[in-house]
């Protein structure tokens, strides 16, 4: 039971820092490069190019985000006592909750996919 109310408290921990990381690496550039199918939630818990050629300022967003994340990450996976991977599977699952229909996510396969 205690092992449930841990992944409970690291599922609520991990979605307010996906809120607040998405604050600090200017929510509305990241948005609106996931509006325009540039970037996706990737499957291990971060944000990846969708187009490969996408303008440096969206790389080095992604690049921003993906280092505040990993660092959130490993925050967390040290104060409970668990693999970091952990942390980034169940921040996917939540980053999937959030992200609007039509925008891109990783599927199982490793391909890109718009969220219906």
Not at 19 to 39: D, P, Y
Request: include cysteine.
């Amino acid at each position: 039971m205690k092992h449930h109310a841990s992944i409970k408290l690291i599922t609520r921990a991990v979605a307010l820092c996906l809120l607040f990381l998405a604050s600090m690496a200017n929510a509305q550039s990241l948005e609106e490069a996931k509006a325009a199918g540039l970037i996706g939630e990737k499957s291990d818990g971060y944000i990846g190019l969708v187009q490969q050629d996408a303008p440096e300022a969206v790389v080095e967003l992604v690049r921003s985000v993906n280092r505040q994340r990993r660092e959130r990450y490993q925050q967390i996976a040290r104060d409970n006592d668990i693999p970091i991977n952990t942390v980034a599977q169940l921040a996917y699952a939540r980053a999937v909750e959030a992200t609007r229909s039509g925008n891109y996510i990783e599927d199982a396969n490793g391909d890109w996919v718009r969220k219906p």
